[in-house]
């Protein structure tokens, strides 16, 4: 997961070099509910940084952004020029480098490893550079957000992590020995943190981790129900799921040797599948109603259709236990090589 690229420019704002962050930001990361497998955290310098991504993409895209829209206007109003001027560089500043990067670019990747504590100090000076100009930028936005914006989302990332906690407390070993098993491979660093916050981005959850192999969850505080729990076990799959991994390495050998170029969203959507199936029966002893996992919305929406009958036909005897992963591979490279 580490991203290599050209030197991060500096921001195009002056900035004052701060001596030390806010409190909020120093304090040690502390769980709010920790389980055999995940720690979950609202954490104040997360949920900053991922406030500014959102805003700064906003102001990017000209759209409605945090305290310049909602109900948080008129507490920004009130604040000391300062603060205010601070916080709008901040956004400035990630309208202009972090925001478009896109999380899964070098931009905020870097962030992301410092603000979890799995590479507080990166090697490369022009890395450092940057992620301290970043760090100073949260300390400076670091007052209007305090004041106008965090006890709220901590407020309610606290109440998302306590309604997924009673099924956890039922369900995670159950689901956890499955996922391990399908996947074929456990995870060799717990906990798998979950970083609770506002926004993530487009898709609500994504997953980073560490070159010792320990995850990463970033999660929106919304869905909740049923949907939070597979959203959950999705993201930690990413994990065991790396490229030369068991069921990623089956399918690039069973396409190489039926000389098919997989598709490149290919594995994420095998992903979904058996991560969904997987949880299924999970959910549907919980009820009251059937579950049905979040893939299907997506097929629902057009996206990912084109796969459905391949998986349902060649994949789905794999999660029941009826062909091995090679087997159910190279059937799913056989169904789609035949589609028009």
């Known amino acids: 997961m580490r991203k290599n690229g050209t030197k991060l420019p500096v921001p195009g704002v002056v900035l004052l070099a701060l001596a030390s962050v806010t409190s909020a930001q120093a304090a040690k990361r502390v769980s709010v509910v920790a389980t055999p497998h995940f720690a979950f955290h609202s954490d104040f310098a997360t949920n900053l940084n991922d406030a500014l991504i959102a805003a700064g993409l906003a102001r990017k895209k000209?759209?409605?952004e945090l305290f310049r829209s909602g109900g948080e206007v008129s507490c920004f109003n009130k604040l000391p020029p300062p603060e205010r001027a601070a916080w709008n560089a901040a956004?400035?500043?990630?309208?202009?480098?972090i925001s478009p990067a896109g999380w899964q670019a070098r931009?905020?990747?870097?962030?992301?490893?410092?603000?979890v504590g799995f590479d507080p100090e990166p090697k490369a000076p022009e890395d450092r550079e940057f992620v301290n100009i970043a760090r100073?930028?949260?300390a400076a936005a670091a007052p209007a957000y305090a004041a106008c914006r965090w006890p709220a989302q901590d407020?309610?990332?606290?109440?998302?992590?306590?309604?997924?906690q009673p099924k956890l407390a039922a369900d995670e070993d159950k689901a956890a020995s499955r996922v391990q098993q399908l996947y074929q491979k456990k995870w060799t660093t717990l906990p798998v943190v979950v970083d609770v916050v506002e926004t993530v981005d487009w898709s609500g959850a994504n997953t980073a981790w560490s070159d010792a192999g320990q995850g990463d969850v970033l999660i929106a505080s919304s869905p909740g129900g049923p949907a939070a729990f597979e959203i959950l076990f999705h993201e930690s799959s990413h994990v065991l799921m790396d490229r030369h991994d068991p069921v990623r390495q089956a399918l690039e050998d069973a396409a190489?040797?039926?000389g098919f170029e997989l598709p490149r969203d290919l594995w994420h959507v095998v992903l979904f599948y058996t991560t969904g199936e997987a949880m299924r029966p999970?959910?549907?002893a919980r009820g009251p109603a059937p579950y049905t996992p979040m893939l299907y919305a997506i097929?629902?929406?057009?996206?990912?259709?084109?796969?459905?009958?391949?998986?349902?036909?060649?994949w789905r005897p794999y999660v029941d236990g009826k062909r091995t992963v090679d087997e159910a591979a190279a059937d799913l490279v056989g169904a789609l090589r035949k589609r028009p």
Request: glycine letters at 2%.
């Open 62 to 64: 000209h759209e409605a």
């Open 91 to 97: 956004v400035d500043y990630y309208a202009q480098i």
């Open 107 to 115: 931009e905020q990747f870097l962030l992301r490893m410092e603000l």
């Open 136 to 138: 100073n930028l949260r």
């Open 155 to 164: 407020a309610k990332n606290r109440s998302w992590i306590a309604e997924l």
């Open 256 to 258: 190489k040797a039926a």
């Open 282 to 284: 999970i959910l549907d």
């Open 299 to 314: 097929f629902e929406r057009g996206s990912w259709k084109e796969y459905r009958e391949a998986l349902e036909t060649s």
